[in-house]
């Protein structure tokens, strides 16, 4: 699935134009829907004809950035993890005091 976001039309080099990005590749959708298909323009030698355009899931992300990514997978291994916190004397990382009596010396 992730191959498929990199599966759209190839960059174009254009002199003065966000040089290595897709013609229209910088646009809003006026739609966008997470997840749907597009069309290539082109089917390549691999026969690919469809792609996910990442613009599709911009509102998205950007909704989760307002919220301080309170979601998603990342946000389910930080409530795991403080099930069982590891300390920085199992990890072998000097504590704080330790830390303070260093800059002491």
Do not use: W
């Not at 992730?2 to 039309?9: S, T, V």
């Not at 990514?69 to 704080?96: H, Q, T, W």
């Amino acid at each position: 699935i992730i191959g498929m976001f990199f599966d759209a039309q190839d960059a174009m080099l254009t002199p003065g134009i966000f040089e290595g990005v897709a013609s229209n590749a910088m646009e809003n959708l006026v739609d966008p829907t997470p997840g749907r298909m597009s069309a290539v323009i082109h089917v390549d030698e691999n026969g690919r004809s469809k792609y996910q355009d990442e613009r599709e899931y911009k509102p998205m992300c950007e909704e989760r950035a307002l919220n301080g990514y309170n979601s998603g997978m990342g946000e389910i291994f930080r409530k795991v993890c403080d099930v069982s916190p590891i300390s920085d004397e199992a990890l072998g990382l000097p504590s704080a005091v330790d830390a303070a009596d260093a800059l002491k010396e």
